[in-house]
């Protein structure tokens, strides 16, 4: 029931043809695949952030822990 038969999707292309003509088929595909690695890319580059992200925290913290050091070490001790 779930799957797509020869005969389903002979009908579907024939729908695409009857709606979108031969000359308009090509484009469709074009413009489809454009999508899809926008998309795609879309992904990669969210992917790409979240691994770098941890990283650049990592070093924001690590930085502000030197500053903290430094700045006690700079104030005199009031003994």
């Keep these: 029931m779930g799957s797509l038969s020869l005969t389903h999707l002979l009908l579907i292309a024939l729908v695409f043809l009857v709606f979108f003509g031969p000359s308009k088929l090509p484009q ?13 890319k879309g992904l990669n580059e969210i992917d790409a952030d979240e691994k770098v992200a ?23 001790h009031n003994s």
């Design 28 to 40: 469709l595909g074009s413009s489809l695949g454009q999508a899809i690695r926008g998309f795609k």
């Design 54 to 76: 941890p990283q650049q925290v990592s070093h924001q913290q690590n930085h502000g822990q030197q500053m903290n050091q430094t700045q006690t070490n700079k104030e005199p």
